[in-house]
């Protein structure tokens, strides 16, 4: 024989009771959720939180070769970019090694093996790197050093190879830097050839296998114009 149970009648005041729960268990998941939200907003975008990204800054291993980048930077009329010469050696070696300013693969370079590192004196590594970095801002037309147009095309061209870059942005009627632009130059030079996707210079240097599609930005976020002013 089946029994049946009656349900509990609650009372009223156990009603309200249990309404009273139940709607202070919904303010608190509410208000759970809400902070959630704020934090999740805080974290993206730091601004909304008072608190300022660090800017990147040249460290003292660079630093300790700014006399003797700016001596050297003389010789060849280039005393205004000796702060934009310290961010190229920055990005390209933090200061460290034996060619601190990575010249050993440009024209300038005749006395060590055209090949990487093959430079094993510091200094002159700085005056090949200089003259490097003048000549593909003689070619861009660059007006100064808060020409940051020109300078991007100077810098791409540094990173890529002067003569054939520029070549390149004559022959497509290109006169603005563009990550775009870098990619197409880099597909051609590169001979179509991809890195792979697990390749660890795939997303920071680019898809295509040759230099440094997005160089300019790498080295201008250690460029600040305001140490120039």
Known sequence: MNTKHKKPTLT?????????????????????????IVG??????????????????????????????????AQYDMSDYVDLLLAVMM??????????????????????PQQPNGITDPSYSISCGIQ????????AGCTGPTDLSKIRLALQAYN??????????????QTVWTAQSAQAFAQMASGNTQRDEDDPL?????????GDQYYPDHVLRYYHLDNNS
């Not at 009223?12 to 959630?36: A, D, E, N, P």
């Not at 601004?47 to 003797?68: K, L, V, W």
């Not at 990005?91 to 024209?107: K, N, R």
């Open 202 to 210: 795939h997303d920071p240097a680019g898809p295509w296998d040759y």
């Open 160 to 173: 890529f190879g002067a003569d054939s870059y520029f070549a390149y942005l004559e022959e497509n009627d």
């Open 132 to 139: 490097e970095l003048k000549y593909a801002l003689d070619k």
């Open 40 to 73: 999740c907003i805080l974290l993206r975008f730091p601004r909304f939180s008072g608190r300022q990204e660090e800017t990147p800054q040249i460290n003292a291993a660079c630093e300790a070769y700014r006399d003797e980048v700016s001596s050297e930077a």
């Open 12 to 36: 009223k005041k156990q009603r309200h009771r249990l309404r009273v729960q139940q709607v202070r268990r919904q303010k608190i998941f509410l208000t759970c959720l809400f902070l959630l």
């Open 91 to 112: 990005q390209e070696s933090s200061g460290q090694g034996t060619d601190p300013m990575q010249s050993s693969e440009g024209a300038y370079n005749a006395r060590y």
